[in-house]
């Protein structure tokens, strides 16, 4: 009876079913994909998943369905899903593993992020995989918990040569979901077409419906299969008027009309049997043993649901019975009395006491829902399950339990203190727009001045780290005078907050006070503070106060070494920072590539979004073009899928300055507009300004000097507008000096040049002092001694760090101006190296002038080649770097949070690609010469021409 009804649902489908089977045809030949089916209730969705299933019957087939009444139970999707293969949980990693079990309340928690069991899942189908093609299917996605969909959407995004098909369904009136899903390629099921639709009603006999009221049915159905099988029972001998549904002449939607059906065929079985069909609609996806625990409590069993079978209305399936289909679980959920609905959830309850973390969080969740009123006995069993073990725990699970303990406190501050701790463990999770949503629940229940001035200073990192820096400050600045009364080392860290935001904002003429006053305010409390004195060292650093800043951060070596873990910001990004500001580029790469291995080890996705941001930036200094691209494409992806949009900003910044040097024009414009999309969304005009800063860069190399001015000019506009110089971080005064120069502005180029030999001035910044006494020689052409003198001392400072782009742009500089001079043989040994520089960096378009100006000087062309790495995609570079390191692909595709597949699928890519490169010790030798290369580039001493 069930085959015959899904059979009927399949009429005219053809097209639909075809492009479905070819999904799974691509599986069987090893290439992943996954497509979102949307429309409307009854249209078919399930039924056509159910046929392709049926249809790839030598694939491994998992499926889940989103259930209404569990869909705020975090990972109960996931976990009904992957039951059937725990049993392959050991061949992934151990870490994934563990965060997997205890998230699935399978096994003992763990303290990872949601991220670890995103990439535990990508980990286990990948490992599934192995074994033959996957056929994953989630019916009813709009129901599905977040947690379950936003972990399947992560590895689902990360899916490539697999064999894994992932199929969602999901109601078109389902916004969230379709956003969760948004990178899953979709197509909406639309209604049947006349010819179908009256196959159909043919097909199901429609003898004791008259012409009129069969009429009426297509009318009304509008092509929905579901409706068109369903309503005649409802339309025969009714009468068929020319109202339709709730007579005011306007039909009723299919939905209702299907659950009105429904409800009918249940309000007609015995009272038992709605019962147990009550009970299985509050229940969900839970296993047998549960469902038949609950049965029990409420004095029934599965033989209860007999009367409902012989209806239609459930089906039994291997693990118990089953929903004919999920309009009829809505049905009877919604068309219950309150009362009854609410016996029902006290009857899981009691099924369910004696319960340890995680299941008790089940156990509190039904007793809420059964109207239980606030318990203080309840509330402490589930407090002392989420704070008892913090060194096991899970962050998400720890939030979750304490979320439900406040939910059993009475009003008043035991609230708001259960509710702080759930929104700091679900910060810890990654999860910021939970966390703050909670952070607003606890304010409102905050007695304590000290409680409240805790949830706004959350609250200002919370509101930085997804990208609002402005109400961040004015949320803290509000709470300061507040918090100096009752505890000035708080206050002193709430202002150092406020620097914080100031800087994301890019504002430093307002961080420098701030700063400033928060270091007054520890010393007045007798208290290191490391992180008040760590933002108070990135303020002067990035102020180009560098001797000043550089003492701070000689005094802050030792705490930065193992720095207080309660802290909510990542200390080793902002030390790492305060190294890049200071131009000790070998101790920032130094400092944040140790942060990063240990990040990735850890699953810590939202760290490492921000530790590869600025990675990226030094790597750019360095001349490490290749590690700096696929570090900040990395980033960009990792915190798209975390939702730190202060690192998306950041990211897309880092990625068009490398595009920029390397002269990859299409995506350096792209990734241009992007960030500077963001930056209008997100309240982070820094980065926007990094990227215009970019783009300058873009048109110096291209010899588009006007352009490149326009940009430049807008990037000056807002460091003096925000009281900034000129820095490794935001770079502009040696760029637009020196494309005034090739347009012979030379009075626009000094005024430039003021404010670069200003902050040169300001303590020993080599790489600063470089470029501006590179552009001084380029301004004193009528005098070639002093210009040769200025140009030999700027090579002679850029030789104390490893930046060979900047020295290969002033071996360039010189030797164009030698040529001018009538100096060809020594232009030509300058131009020479500063082109053997520019290949060697990939960057092409310097390459190209550079090459030109040598055949000026009467010197062999030499065609600019790519280097090898530059081949490679920003995904294959970040692979090749890992393996780089001599991990196994295993230990590759965890860092990566990639499957194992992927990762050999981007290794044949590689070795495809670089010539002479077949084995993995060939490739790890490439990446040590192309490492070694950039360091003695860097290093190479001055000399003159």
């Given at each position: 009876?069930?085959?015959?009804?899904?059979?009927?649902?399949?009429?005219?489908?053809?097209?639909?079913?075809?492009?479905?089977?070819?999904?799974?045809?691509?599986?069987?030949?090893g290439?992943?994909?996954?497509?979102?089916?949307?429309?409307?209730?009854g249209?078919?969705?399930?039924?056509?998943?159910?046929?392709?299933?049926?249809?790839?019957d030598?694939?491994?087939r998992l499926?889940?369905?989103?259930?209404?009444?569990?869909?705020?139970?975090?990972?109960?999707?996931?976990?009904?899903?992957?039951?059937?293969?725990?049993?392959f949980?050991?061949r992934?990693?151990?870490?994934?593993?563990?965060?997997?079990?205890?998230?699935?309340a399978?096994?003992?928690?763990?303290?990872?992020?949601?991220f670890?069991?995103?990439?535990?899942?990508?980990?286990?189908?990948?490992?599934?995989?192995?074994?033959?093609p996957?056929?994953?299917?989630?019916?009813?996605?709009h129901?599905?918990?977040?947690?379950?969909?936003?972990?399947?959407?992560?590895?689902?995004r990360?899916?490539?040569?697999?064999?894994?098909?992932?199929?969602?369904?999901a109601?078109?009136?389902?916004?969230?979901?379709?956003?969760?899903l948004?990178?899953?390629?979709?197509?909406?099921l639309?209604?049947?077409d006349?010819?179908?639709?009256?196959?159909?009603i043919?097909?199901?006999?429609?003898?004791?419906l008259?012409?009129?009221?069969?009429?009426?049915?297509?009318?009304?159905?509008?092509?929905?299969?579901?409706a068109?099988?369903?309503?005649?029972?409802?339309?025969?001998?009714?009468?068929?008027?020319?109202?339709a549904?709730?007579?005011?002449?306007?039909?009723?939607?299919?939905?209702?009309?299907?659950?009105?059906?429904?409800?009918?065929?249940?309000?007609?079985?015995?009272?038992e049997?709605?019962?147990?069909m009550l009970?299985?609609?509050v229940?969900?996806t839970?296993?047998?043993?549960?469902?038949?625990?609950a049965?029990?409590?409420?004095?029934?069993?599965?033989?209860?649901?007999e009367?409902?079978e012989?209806?239609?209305?459930?089906?039994?399936?291997?693990?118990g019975?089953a929903?004919?289909?999920?309009?009829?679980r809505?049905?009877?959920?919604?068309?219950?009395t309150?009362?009854?609905?609410?016996?029902?959830?006290?009857?899981?309850?009691?099924?369910?006491?004696?319960?340890?973390?995680?299941?008790?969080?089940?156990?509190?969740?039904?007793?809420?829902?059964?109207?239980?009123?606030?318990?203080?006995?309840?509330?402490?069993?589930?407090?002392?399950?989420?704070?008892?073990?913090?060194?096991?725990?899970?962050?998400?699970?720890?939030?979750?339990?304490?979320?439900?303990?406040?939910?059993?406190?009475?009003?008043?501050?035991?609230?708001?203190?259960?509710?702080?701790?759930?929104?700091?463990a679900?910060?810890?999770?990654?999860?910021?727009?939970?966390a703050?949503?909670?952070?607003d629940?606890?304010?409102?229940?905050a007695?304590?001045l000290?409680?409240?001035?805790?949830?706004?200073q959350?609250?200002?990192?919370?509101?930085?780290q997804?990208?609002?820096?402005?109400?961040?400050?004015?949320?803290?600045?509000?709470a300061?005078?507040?918090?100096e009364?009752?505890?000035?080392?708080?206050?002193?860290?709430?202002?150092?907050?406020?620097?914080?935001?100031?800087?994301?904002?890019g504002?430093l003429?307002a961080?420098?006070?701030?700063?400033?006053?928060?270091?007054?305010?520890?010393?007045s409390?007798?208290?290191?503070?490391?992180p008040?004195?760590?933002?108070?060292?990135?303020?002067?650093?990035?102020?180009?106060?560098?001797?000043?800043?550089?003492?701070?951060l000689?005094?802050?070596?030792?705490p930065?070494?193992?720095?207080?873990?309660?802290?909510?910001?990542?200390?080793?990004?902002?030390?790492?920072?305060?190294h890049?500001a200071?131009?000790e580029?070998?101790?920032?790469?130094?400092?944040?590539?140790?942060?990063?291995?240990?990040?990735?080890?850890?699953?810590?996705?939202g760290?490492?979004?921000?530790?590869?941001?600025?990675?990226?930036?030094?790597?750019?200094?360095?001349?490490?073009?290749?590690?700096?691209?696929?570090?900040?494409d990395?980033?960009?992806?990792l915190?798209?899928?975390?939702?730190?949009?202060?690192?998306?900003?950041?990211?897309?910044?880092?990625?068009?300055?490398t595009?920029?040097?390397?002269?990859?024009?299409?995506?350096?414009?792209?990734?241009?507009?992007?960030?500077?999309e963001?930056?209008?969304?997100?309240?982070?005009?820094?980065?926007?300004?990094?990227?215009?800063?970019?783009?300058?860069?873009?048109?110096?190399?291209l010899?588009?000097?006007?352009?490149?001015?326009?940009?430049?000019?807008?990037?000056?506009?807002?460091?003096?507008?925000?009281?900034?110089?000129d820095?490794?971080?935001?770079?502009w005064?040696?760029?637009?000096?020196?494309?005034?120069?090739?347009?012979?502005?030379?009075d626009e180029?000094r005024?430039?040049l003021?404010?670069?030999?200003?902050?040169?001035?300001?303590?020993?910044?080599?790489?600063?002092?470089?470029?501006?006494?590179?552009c001084?020689?380029?301004?004193?052409?009528?005098?070639?001694?002093?210009?040769?003198?200025?140009?030999?001392?700027?090579?002679?400072?850029?030789?104390?760090?490893?930046?060979?782009?900047?020295?290969?742009?002033?071996e360039f500089?010189?030797?164009?101006?030698?040529?001018?001079?009538g100096?060809?043989?020594?232009?030509?040994?300058?131009?020479?190296?500063?082109?053997?520089?520019?290949?060697?960096?990939?960057?092409?378009?310097?390459?190209?002038?550079?090459?030109?100006?040598?055949?000026?000087?009467?010197?062999?062309?030499?065609?600019?080649?790519?280097?090898?790495?530059?081949r490679?995609?920003?995904?294959?570079?970040?692979?090749?770097?890992?393996v780089?390191?001599?991990?196994?692909?295993?230990?590759?595709?965890e860092?990566l949070?990639?499957?194992?597949?992927?990762?050999?699928?981007?290794?044949?890519?590689?070795?495809r690609?670089?010539?002479?490169?077949?084995?993995?010790?060939?490739?790890?030798?490439?990446?040590?010469?192309?490492?070694?290369?950039?360091?003695?580039?860097?290093?190479?001493?001055?000399?003159?021409?």
């Amino acid at each position: 009876m069930y085959r015959r009804y899904a059979l009927r649902m399949l009429l005219g489908r053809s097209a639909e079913c075809a492009r479905l089977l070819a999904l799974i045809d691509k599986a069987r030949g090893g290439e992943s994909g996954a497509l979102l089916i949307r429309g409307e209730a009854g249209i078919g969705k399930t039924s056509l998943v159910g046929y392709v299933a049926e249809q790839a019957d030598d694939l491994l087939r998992l499926g889940t369905r989103g259930v209404e009444v569990e869909s705020d139970l975090p990972y109960v999707g996931l976990a009904d899903l992957l039951r059937p293969v725990l049993h392959f949980l050991d061949r992934i990693p151990e870490r994934q593993g563990a965060a997997l079990t205890g998230a699935l309340a399978l096994g003992p928690a763990v303290a990872q992020d949601r991220f670890a069991v995103a990439a535990g899942t990508l980990s286990l189908l990948g490992a599934l995989a192995e074994e033959g093609p996957v056929l994953v299917t989630v019916d009813d996605a709009h129901w599905l918990d977040p947690y379950s969909l936003d972990a399947l959407a992560f590895a689902t995004r990360r899916l490539s040569r697999e064999g894994v098909v992932v199929l969602f369904t999901a109601r078109d009136e389902q916004e969230e979901a379709a956003s969760r899903l948004a990178s899953v390629d979709t197509f909406t099921l639309t209604g049947l077409d006349p010819e179908s639709a009256h196959r159909l009603i043919a097909e199901k006999g429609t003898a004791e419906l008259t012409a009129q009221e069969a009429d009426r049915l297509l009318a009304e159905a509008r092509g929905n299969p579901l409706a068109l099988i369903e309503l005649p029972a409802l339309l025969a001998g009714s009468g068929a008027g020319d109202d339709a549904g709730d007579g005011s002449g306007a039909p009723l939607p299919i939905g209702e009309m299907l659950a009105h059906t429904f409800g009918s065929a249940v309000a007609r079985l015995p009272a038992e049997a709605q019962d147990a069909m009550l009970l299985l609609a509050v229940l969900g996806t839970r296993p047998l043993a549960g469902t038949e625990a609950a049965l029990r409590a409420h004095g029934l069993s599965y033989e209860s649901l007999e009367a409902a079978e012989d209806a239609g209305l459930v089906v039994e399936e291997r693990d118990g019975y089953a929903f004919r289909h999920p309009l009829v679980r809505s049905a009877v959920y919604h068309g219950a009395t309150p009362v009854r609905r609410r016996r029902a959830h006290h009857a899981i309850a009691r099924s369910l006491q004696g319960a340890t973390a995680p299941a008790l969080e089940q156990y509190a969740w039904h007793l809420a829902a059964s109207g239980a009123e606030p318990d203080e006995h309840v509330a402490s069993l589930l407090e002392n399950a989420a704070s008892g073990a913090p060194d096991t725990l899970a962050y998400p699970l720890a939030s979750r339990l304490y979320e439900r303990a406040a939910r059993f406190t009475p009003e008043g501050q035991r609230k708001a203190e259960r509710l702080l701790c759930a929104a700091r463990a679900s910060q810890a999770a990654g999860s910021l727009n939970e966390a703050a949503a909670i952070l607003d629940r606890a304010l409102e229940h905050a007695e304590q001045l000290g409680t409240q001035l805790d949830i706004r200073q959350l609250r200002c990192y919370l509101d930085v780290q997804r990208g609002r820096p402005t109400r961040s400050r004015e949320l803290l600045r509000s709470a300061v005078d507040e918090a100096e009364k009752v505890d000035p080392a708080l206050a002193a860290v709430m202002l150092g907050g406020i620097a914080l935001t100031e800087l994301a904002i890019g504002d430093l003429t307002a961080a420098r006070g701030t700063s400033a006053a928060a270091m007054e305010l520890a010393d007045s409390a007798h208290e290191t503070l490391l992180p008040v004195r760590l933002l108070r060292t990135l303020v002067l650093l990035l102020g180009g106060d560098a001797e000043a800043g550089r003492a701070l951060l000689r005094e802050l070596a030792e705490p930065l070494a193992s720095p207080d873990p309660a802290f909510p910001y990542p200390l080793a990004g902002v030390g790492g920072l305060c190294h890049l500001a200071a131009e000790e580029l070998d101790e920032a790469h130094g400092m944040l590539d140790r942060a990063a291995y240990t990040a990735r080890g850890s699953s810590a996705v939202g760290l490492l979004s921000h530790l590869l941001c600025t990675l990226s930036v030094v790597e750019f200094w360095r001349g490490r073009w290749t590690p700096s691209l696929a570090h900040a494409d990395e980033a960009v992806r990792l915190a798209e899928a975390s939702g730190q949009l202060i690192e998306v900003s950041r990211g897309l910044a880092a990625l068009v300055k490398t595009e920029a040097a390397l002269n990859r024009e299409e995506d350096c414009r792209r990734h241009a507009a992007k960030a500077m999309e963001w930056a209008g969304t997100t309240e982070l005009p820094m980065d926007a300004a990094r990227a215009l800063g970019g783009l300058g860069l873009l048109e110096l190399g291209l010899g588009r000097f006007e352009e490149a001015v326009h940009h430049l000019e807008e990037v000056r506009a807002f460091s003096q507008r925000h009281g900034r110089g000129d820095g490794l971080y935001l770079t502009w005064a040696a760029d637009l000096a020196d494309a005034y120069v090739h347009l012979r502005r030379t009075d626009e180029a000094r005024e430039v040049l003021d404010v670069l030999e200003y902050e040169a001035g300001r303590g020993h910044r080599p790489v600063t002092a470089g470029a501006a006494a590179r552009c001084r020689g380029l301004l004193e052409p009528g005098d070639p001694e002093a210009a040769s003198r200025h140009m030999r001392r700027s090579l002679a400072l850029l030789s104390e760090r490893p930046v060979p782009f900047e020295r290969g742009r002033t071996e360039f500089a010189w030797g164009e101006q030698l040529r001018r001079q009538g100096r060809r043989s020594e232009a030509r040994r300058l131009l020479e190296r500063a082109l053997a520089t520019f290949e060697r960096l990939g960057a092409t378009g310097w390459a190209a002038r550079v090459a030109a100006e040598l055949h000026a000087a009467g010197g062999t062309e030499v065609r600019p080649e790519r280097a090898p790495l530059e081949r490679l995609t920003p995904q294959e570079l970040q692979v090749a770097l890992v393996v780089g390191r001599g991990l196994t692909n295993h230990e590759v595709a965890e860092r990566l949070f990639l499957s194992v597949k992927t990762v050999e699928f981007h290794l044949s890519n590689i070795y495809r690609k670089l010539d002479g490169v077949h084995r993995r010790a060939q490739l790890v030798r490439l990446l040590a010469q192309a490492s070694e290369a950039s360091e003695t580039a860097g290093a190479a001493g001055a000399s003159g021409a």
